[in-house]
């Protein structure tokens, strides 16, 4: 039986989301439209939960597992009706609540496009807690994660609001709450685990500043606690990923921008314009304007390579080198600390499954610290992302089962439009029931999976479109 069933990287409200309805002649969205991808991935997931599920059942619980909302790159408004199509669909008003395929509660972790949402629910969180303090008491700091094991999960004011628009829904009680930046789900004795997690940490782009203060202060170590990681770096990663769309004209020239540095020319052209006008602006000495162009060159110029040769643009390997190192660095250090400190032990079955990186995929991997391998999983992403097909970005569901089995549901591949299952596994380990079960339901020549990978082959070649006649307007 389904228990979780876990997606990220949506976008919602980007152009470039296939979750997006887009108009392909005017490359305009219509965020009040449910995008063709949408409407034929839902019907995919009523056919495979439905049939797994007896009738009757507990309904499994979405994980929305990162960057479901696009606040980097989109309008606020704009975004909050693409997401309010998604909700409508998933819990139709033409069905009766028993009837529905998910539970009414989602756990959602932000990712670094939404992480907005985060520092609101945290806010709202503090704001709650101080209030309930005597008078004169000394207030504590805010917090800065969540737990991981049993967490106090926050409401998500913002995504409940837009849902409750709906008036089913509001009388559902759907809801939506908040876990960051991790989240585990274990059997009784905790021998066995599931980790969630949006990813963004495994990129160094997403740490700068802690980088720039070991740069600083070189005798001031890089933190390794989940907390202390985000707490250095949440305003930077809420500035650049998560309040530029909201930056009225500004915010559709940062997704011109974002678009742009595909080409390497134009991402130095970008680094030269930027650097020459600020130190105009700040210097009128020209000496000091040379001196503060070349400094703003060489910090922009890192920043905006970092984000050109981030993980999803690597196009021949599903993880480089430097991004398996940062998983590495990731799972061995705040993850396993935050495990320690609050469970007192690593279970010795795990699983992680992970986004961020638009490409997924499933295999075994051994980190320190850890009883033996653990199946890592990437759920892929739903966004187009370069003007040239990428065999490796694709988007996937993760489904977990009660008995904490993973299996992977690749719903496509740019170039491979077909729905398959794939499950990572110990050495000489045979496949789940779990898989075997849900592999029987995939039949790419009948519904609802041959309209869907129809669709999905048409919806591809309209934001490769897109994007081309982005990059070069």
Not at 313 to 322: A, C, M
Request: aromatic share 10%; net charge negative; charged share 25%.
């Amino acid at each position: 039986m389904i228990n979780y069933v876990c997606v990220s990287d949506l976008h919602l409200g980007a152009a470039s989301s296939l979750m997006t309805y887009l108009n392909p002649n005017s490359f305009q969205i219509d965020p009040q439209k449910p995008s063709p991808t949408l409407i034929e991935w839902v019907k995919c997931m009523d056919k495979i939960i439905s049939q797994t599920n007896p009738k009757g059942s507990k309904k499994p619980k979405l994980i929305l597992n990162g960057d479901i909302m696009e606040l980097a790159l989109s309008n606020t408004n704009e975004t909050a009706m693409a997401f309010e199509q998604f909700v409508k669909l998933i819990f139709p008003a033409d069905k009766d609540e028993k009837d529905w395929v998910f539970d009414t509660e989602m756990h959602f972790l932000p990712g670094n496009h939404d992480h907005h949402l985060w520092e609101k629910a945290r806010e709202t969180q503090y704001i709650n807690h101080i209030e309930s303090l005597p008078v004169g008491s000394r207030l504590p700091i805010p917090w800065h994660t969540t737990k991981m094991y049993k967490p106090n999960a926050i409401p998500d004011y913002f995504m409940n609001g837009i849902m409750h628009r709906q008036p089913h829904l509001k009388k559902a009680n759907v809801c939506i709450s908040t876990i960051y930046p991790n989240y585990i789900i274990t059997n009784e004795d905790k021998s066995k685990g599931v980790i969630f997690s949006h990813g963004h940490y495994i990129e160094s782009l997403y740490t700068l500043m802690s980088e720039l203060k070991t740069m600083i202060f070189p005798d001031r170590l890089r933190p390794q606690e989940i907390w202390d990681i985000e707490a250095e770096n949440f305003a930077w990663i809420d500035f650049f990923w998560s309040t530029m769309g909201r930056s009225g004209e500004v915010g559709k020239d940062i997704e011109a921008i974002y678009n742009k540095m595909q080409d390497s020319k134009e991402v130095r052209k970008l680094t030269d314009n930027l650097s020459e006008s600020i130190a105009e602006r700040w210097q009128k000495n020209k000496i000091k304007e040379l001196a503060t162009e070349g400094a703003l060159k060489w910090i922009l110029g890192d920043i905006f390579e970092k984000i050109a040769n981030s993980e999803r643009g690597v196009p021949h390997k599903v993880l480089d080198e430097k991004t398996e190192l940062g998983l590495t660095e990731f799972i061995e250090k705040p993850i396993r600390l935050q495990m320690r400190a609050e469970m007192g032990q690593i279970p010795s079955h795990l699983s992680f499954i992970f986004g961020h990186t638009h490409k997924p995929f499933e295999k075994m991997m051994t980190f320190g610290g850890f009883p033996q391998a653990v199946k890592v999983y990437n759920d892929g992403g739903w966004v187009v992302d370069t003007v040239e097909q990428q065999d490796f970005h694709g988007g996937a569901v993760v489904l977990v089962d009660d008995n904490l089995d993973c299996i992977s549901l690749r719903m496509y591949n740019e170039g491979k439009y077909e729905v398959s299952v794939a499950e990572a596994k110990y050495e000489n380990e045979e496949h789940s029931e779990f898989f075997k079960t849900v592999s029987n339901l995939i039949d790419n020549d009948s519904e609802p999976f041959v309209s869907f990978s129809n669709i999905i082959e048409k919806e591809i070649q309209i934001r490769h479109a897109y994007l081309r006649s982005s990059v070069e307007s």
